[in-house]
Each structure stands twice: as structure tokens, then as C-alpha cells.
């Protein structure tokens, strides 16, 4: 993207982002990815960085593991390997080892089933492969504290055997000596030592001359001689000799090794950038759950729809102070392409427009923004900014002299792929003729189809935007009431100044904002109240539009918990009538059981009466029952004409009736909770529960109820 002026990220404090992500990177080469930050205008590389934010700020705030570790600045020993001849030490091949095992976690993470949900991020290690080969290699050389094994050649093992020996046989001839002379009460304090990592004895000076042996030096004192016994001279020297060969033995391992993997440079250098990439996809989305932000939807055009978007730095200081941060809603398309903002000074003008500037040099480096996820926003191949006071004494240029050659740079090189940002434009000369050329300036701009925004105070780029195509009106909202701004931007109209509200409420005498006012022409006077007027009226339609769309949402609640109510009571309805239903079938089925069960008794019967008509009608009774409900009525009135129930315990030979079916039986038989009644010529198994025990009246006064009735 091409950027105008050279200090245009400075402007819009994208220096200050910047530096609020390198906070979150751990590697030198994301703090160098950060340093070299660069925006992009091919669609297809821009969405690749922006989801790839978006897919680890998801494993972030999903809280999934991924291997964030690293291994520190590697670039000195991975080029230091590709030398001929050249040796690392085993301390920089321990770095390089934690290297791979970080690659290796990073490669083991990515499966098949990761990589398909984070496409985005996998492609970082899409071309890529992990060797094992690197890491078996240093792991047969070094242990895990970077020091050469033994078993790495068998020169080494040897000559650390005998080291180790002589090593002995010298501690124990060194305390032989030790031990005669703090008997003969030649040492000192501190009875040995060490110089040139050779062993000696610390020696009263008195009697320096009486031991045989090399001399290493004195204390400060000189009371102190450091003196090499004579018997471990030769030992030392042996030790010494056997140090050296450990250490070129050593050496030259490591230069082996080193020269082994020289061929895996480039694949290193590879590991190192995979680890550096990650940590810089990590830096933006940190910055991006520190700002809210989201992936916007993202097109190849010139154009622009902002839902609810923030200015990241204001946001941020705002929530440290705990207070609200008012968004910008804003859209640019074919038909608006250029917005005038208007309005009292410090409204809020110039910070909406850094607001929109600065996310869209964000968007384009590959952040994410604090918008709405619906947002849409383009791509612009130029940036153009003029903000402030840029006069310069330098070249002897007034302030609007500066102004117009920053005006003329636009004119001669913006183009419809260019985002323009400017600050009361006209600004620095006469209102009418600085306003003249304001709206020359504009016009050109919008015929070349350039998309930006303009903030100003005159009068006449208000009414123009009214009328010309392409251009369009925008005010910040101002209480007039409490004289504080909104910092709210209303598209649609043009804002007042509020000059003579502001002067009065501040307490100008009144005279002097009379004569102030007759000095002002008529008609702009009235155009400016009826500017004051109709932003206040809409202020308050705004707010009435709220109100209502409050209502709304609570009518909407309200509906939406009125159908789960009706929801459930159908439900239940619908639960009770299964019920009910389930019920009346128990109820045939029972039916059915107990008319099979008598259907069997009858054919027992059958076989066995010798009368068969009685048993055909119980079969036609059963079969075919007219009016059951009558006939059991009236069967229930004549037993219960005829027979008086008694309340006693039923038992065999006893009358009983049936409280079902009204009918009296004999008991033949009981069996357990049953009982076998004999009814007409039928027995029956009955539950004793359904019977009790009757008995015939009287007929004497069977015969006066005949008389009665």
C-alpha cells in the first residue's frame, strides 16, 4: 500500500499498535516480523494472516493446548552450522535440540482432524516435514546437559577411564600429604587449595622452605604460602596432560557432529521460522482479545461497512478507566463515497476519522479489528492523510500553503482504489475563498471516485453535500441541553458549530452575542439554527427510535415466553389425553382377558352340563351384551331387593355377591387371595377384594314391598 505523508502511521498512532503487539511476542523473529509490519492488497495473502489470527484466538479463548513454547535468537548458530568447519558448542546444541522438540510437538499437534479445523494455521507447516534423524544424532553425542557422552568415541572413553584414575591416585596422595604436614603443624587455616587447577597446599610462610615442592604464590598477607607437594607433581602433570586430550577428544566430536549436520541447516532455519510465525499468529491474537476484536468480512472493492467499530487505543484506555467508549457506524459505497463531517470542536470529528483509518491499516497488516463480525471492509491500494498544522519554516510555507500542496498531491495521484483522510479542509485562509477552493478540491475527488473523509466547519461544504453526487453529510451529536458532545456520529445531515449556544452558555454578555449575530449574515444565521434545530429533534427521534426498539425486544420476550407457556400447556394437554387413552385400552384389554377367561369356564361347562341352553345364553350374554350398563343397573336394584350384604369374613358355602357385575354366587372354594364362585351353573375364580358376603331376606317382606310398590 502506498502511504501519504511518509509519517501518515504516526498520525493515526499505528506506531502505537504496533508496539502494544511486540509486547506479546516471546521470539526475536515475531519482534522482527512486528518491526517490518507491512500492509497487504492482494485479497487472497490478507485473509490467510487475518484467519490465521482468528483460528488461534479461537484456541485461546477455547483454552486448548498448543506448543507456544520456544527456543530463544537461533539465527547466529543455524548460520554459524552451515560454515564449513566451523563447531558448535554442546551448550548451542542443547538450544538447538529444545528446537526440535518444540517442532516435533508442533508437528504431533497438527493431526488430520486439527489440521482440518485450522486450515489457516496449518498451512504455516504445510511444506514442511520433521526430521528424526537430527535429533537422534545430537541425542548419541550429548546428554541432557549439553555435555559430550562417553560413549561418543571410544578414544573419549579411554581417556576419561584413566583420567578418572589418575584423578584417584592424586586425591589420595594429596591427602597423604596433607594430613603429615597439619600433623607437623606446617599448614594453615585453610589447609589446601587450588592455582591454575592444580592442587595445593596453603603453607605458613615460616616454613616454606622446609617442604620440597613447586611454589604457586602468597597471600595478600604473606603469611600464607601456596606451595605444589613434590609427591604430586608428576600426578598433576598427568591429570593435566589427560585434560587436554579430553578436551580435543571432545572437540573434535563436536566438530564432527556439527560437520554431520551442516546438511540440515536450511531445514533448522526452516524449524526456527515455523517457531516464529507461530509466536507472531499468537502475538496478534493476544492483541486481539485484548481490543475485542473479530474477522470482519472482507472484500476485494473499495467499500465499507462499519457496525459498531471501535478505535482500538480509545477502547483500551477507556476500559482501564471504566468508562464507555461510543462506536462508529459508518458505510461508504458507489453512491457515498466521500463524508463531511460536521459539528462543534471537540466532538469527536477527528477521532472518528482516525478510527476508520486506523482500522483499516490494521485490517490490511493482518489484525483483527474491534467491529461487529458482520462489518465489511475492502482494500485500498493508497492512503492518503492530512491531519493538524503543517506549515514549515524550512521551506517558508504558511499554513495553508502547506495545506494546498498537500491538496494538490491528492488531486494528482489519488484514484478509486484511494482511502483519504482530511482535517478542516480549507482550513488557514478567508471562509469564503478557502471555502471555494474546498469545494473545487472535493469535486475533483469525487470524480476520480477516491473514498474518504472530511471534516470542516463551512458552511457551503455542508450545503454541497447535499447536492452533489456521491458526497455525502455527517454530524457529531451534541447536547445542547448540558453543552457536553455525544461523541456519536449521526450520518444523514449536516451538524451546527453551536458557536452562539457555547458562547452563551459559557456566560458571554449577552450584547456581545447580539452584536456578534448582526454581524453574521441573515441567512446563515437562520440555516445554522435550523442546523441546530433539526439535530436536536433528531437527537431526540434517535431517542425515542431506542425507546421503541426497547419495547420492541420486551414485546418480543414477552411473545416468545407467552408461546413456550402455550407450548407447554399443549404439551401437557396432549401428555393427559395419551393418558387417558392409554387407560381406556388397559381397560379393554382387561375386558378381553376377562371375557376369554369366561369364554374358556363356559366351554368347560359346555362339556359338562347336560342342559345346554342355560350355557348358550351366558355364551350370548357375554358375547353380545345389549345395554350393559342398563342391565347392570337393574340387576343391582333386585339384588339388592333381595339380599342384604354382611360384613363378615367370606368362606366356603357362604352367599357372596360380585361388586362388578352384581351378580350372587355360591363359594365353593378359596384359593389363597381367590375364591371359586359357583354362579348359575358357571364356577368362577373371583378375587375375594371384588366380593361380599350376602344374604337372602325374608320373603315375608319380599311380599309387602310388592304390596308397597
Known sequence: MKVYPENAFIQLEFDKVKTLLDQHCSTSFA???VGRLRLHT?????????????????????????????????????????????????????????LLTVTENIFRWFNNERRLAFPNMALVIKDAYYEKLIAQMIDEVLDENGQVKDSASQDLARIRQSLYRKRQE????????????????????????????????????????????????????????????????????????????????????????????????????????????????????????????????????TQMRLIDAYHPLLLLYNKKSQKRTIPVNLSFDDKNRILIISGPNAGGKTVTMKTVGLLQIMLQSGLLVPVHPDSQMGIFKQLFIHMGDTQSIEFELSTYSSHLLHMKHFIENANGRTLFFIDELGGGSDPNLGGAFAEVILEQLAKIHAIGIVTTHYLNLKI????????????????????????????????????????????????????????????????????????????????????????????????ADMQRVLNKETHKQQVELLKHQNQISEE??????????????????WRKAEQKDAVIKEFAAILFPKNEKVVTGKMARKIKSNFDELDTPIEVGMQVKSKKNHQVGEVIEIRGKRAVVKIGVLPMQVDLSDLVAVKAKPKEDENKKEKER
Do not use: C
Open 464 to 559: 454541497m453535500a447535499g447536492k452533489t453526487v456521491g458526497i455525502f453529510n455527517g454530524a457529531m451529536a451534541f447536547d445542547e441541553r448540558r453543552l457536553q458532545p455525544l461523541y456519536q456520529l449521526l450520518v444523514g445531515k449536516p451538524g451546527s458549530s453551536y458557536t452562539f449556544s457555547i458562547a452563551e452558555r459559557i456566560g458571554l454578555p449577552p450584547a456581545l452575542i447580539e452584536r456578534a449575530r448582526s454581524l453574521v449574515d441573515e441567512n446563515q444565521f437562520k440555516l445554522d439554527q435550523l442546523l441546530n434545530s433539526t439535530e436536536q429533534g433528531l437527537q431526540e427521534l434517535e431517542k425515542e427510535k431506542r425507546q421503541l426498539h426497547k419495547l420492541m425486544r420486551e414485546n418480543d420476550k414477552l411473545k
Open 42 to 98: 492482494k485479497l487472497e495473502h490478507l485473509l490467510m494472516e487475518l484467519r490465521q489470527a482468528y483460528e488461534y484466538k479461537l484456541i485461546i479463548e477455547q483454552a486448548l493446548y498448543f506448543p507456544s513454547e520456544h527456543a530463544g535468537d537461533l539465527s547466529k548458530e543455524i548460520k554459524l552450522l552451515s560454515i564449513t568447519g566451523s563447531m558448535l558448542t554442546g551448550e548451542q546444541w542443547l538450544d538447538i535440540r529444545k
Open 170 to 301: 592424586l586425591r589420595r596422595t594429596f591427602e597423604k600429604v596433607v594430613a603429615k604436614l597439619s600433623k607437623a603443624g606446617y599448614t594453615a587455616d585453610i589447609s589446601e587449595s587450588f592455582s591454575n587447577g592444580r592442587r595445593v597446599i596453603a603453607i605458613l610462610s615460616e616454613y616454606k622452605r622446609q617442604i620440597k615442592g613447586v611454589f604457586h604464590g602468597e597471600s595478600d598477607s604473606r603469611r600464607t604460602t601456596f606451595m605444589e607437594p613434590e609427591e604430586t607433581t608428576e600426578l598433576n602433570n598427568q591429570v593435566y596432560e589427560l585434560e587436554n586430550d579430553e578436551l580435543k577428544e571432545v572437540q573434535k566430536i563436536l566438530r564432527a557432529l556439527t560437520s554431520s549436520l551442516s546438511v540440515y541447516a536450511p531445514l533448522l532455519e526452516s524449524y526456527y521460522r515455523i517457531i516464529g510465525l507461530f509466536d507472531f499468529i499468537r502475538a496478534k491474537a493476544m492483541l486481539a482479545i485484548d481490543m475485542q476484536a473479530s474477522l470482519p468480512v472482507v472484500i476485494d472493492k
Open 588 to 605: 379393554k384389554v382387561k375386558y378381553l382377558k376377562d371375557t376369554e377367561r369366561k369364554l374358556r369356564q363356559l366351554m368347560i361347562s
Open 31 to 33: 519482534k522482527h516480523r
